[in-house]
């Protein structure tokens, strides 16, 4: 990303304030869960399949247990690229 090998992942740091959640990602026998602690809610869940696209909402289905936020996202033929974003 900009040039920086991320390993697959990458995580971007630019909100201040109150605790902002962190995607973990687990791998699954049909593609990957994407893991996140709600804080109260009030995130999205964004995709892409190319960093020079804009991104948009996931179709991915969201479920919360226990204050953590949960969404499997199917083994894709390409790159498929996730970002978490706070709703005004």
């Known amino acids: 990303m900009n040039g920086i090998s991320c390993g697959?992942?990458?995580r971007f740091?630019?909100?201040t304030g109150s605790?902002?959640?962190a995607i973990t990602v687990q791998p699954e026998v049909q593609g990957?869960?994407?893991f996140w602690r709600t804080y109260g809610g009030g995130w999205?869940?964004?995709s892409t399949t190319d960093l020079d696209l804009?991104?948009?909402l996931s179709e991915l289905t969201i479920a919360a247990t226990n204050g953590v936020s949960y969404?499997?996202?199917?083994?894709?033929?390409?790159r498929q690229f996730f970002r978490l974003r706070r709703q005004p």
Request: net charge neutral; no cysteine; charged share 10%.
């Open 71 to 78: 969404s499997s996202a199917p083994a894709a033929g390409g």
């Open 54 to 56: 804009p991104f948009h």
């Open 19 to 21: 605790p902002f959640p």
């Open 8 to 10: 697959r992942i990458a």
């Open 32 to 34: 990957m869960g994407l």
């Open 13 to 15: 740091v630019g909100l």
């Open 44 to 46: 999205v869940l964004e």
